[in-house]
């Protein structure tokens, strides 16, 4: 199950309700499409229950959509994937698709970026930290099973017959 607070099953709910009717589906197509009850698909419509994580595939392709704009992350909920919905575009609406969907792609691999450096910089500063731990542990473990230096003899003073060097 996919985790929802109540006031995003119903944007979930709308989102998926309106994306039904502009590409003109039925419930009934979708519960067929996604294996599941006409009544489990209003459910889902009306906000009362959350999609089964295994039936978000067949939904997300039976609505020519994707998880961003069906659960609310894109502000364009109507907008298709697929180059089979751009048929009847014109040329201008095709290239403001590709632009809309070349500029979610790099805004997608910003923040995987800048998610990859974040874990990077987080991982070592725990492998310093581990380390630092270790060495001072180590260090902190030979002192403790290093015996106390016996006071050694002092040097014989030299004695008349013998010259300092």
Not at 25 to 30: I, P, R, V
Request: charged residues 30%; contains cysteine.
């Amino acid at each position: 199950m996919v985790k929802m607070t109540e006031p995003e099953r119903r944007l979930f709910g709308q989102r998926l309700e309106r994306l039904l009717r502009r590409r003109g589906k039925l419930h009934k197509e979708l519960a067929e499409a996604c294996h599941v009850s006409t009544s489990a698909v209003s459910h889902w419509i009306k906000g009362l229950n959350e999609v089964p994580s295994n039936k978000l595939p067949a939904l997300f392709s039976f609505l020519n959509t994707d998880m961003d704009r069906l659960f609310g992350a894109s502000e364009d909920p109507d907008y298709v994937l697929h180059e089979d919905a751009i048929e009847g575009d014109s040329l201008q609406q095709a290239v403001h698709r590709m632009r809309h969907d070349l500029k979610a792609l790099n805004e997608s691999v910003d923040l995987i970026g800048r998610e990859l450096v974040r874990r990077r910089r987080d991982q070592t500063k725990q492998l310093s930290a581990d380390l630092l731990r270790g060495v001072v542990s180590a260090t902190q473990d030979a002192a403790e099973e290093t015996p106390p230096a016996a006071a050694s003899p002092p040097a014989p003073k030299p004695g008349p017959r013998q010259k300092a060097e």
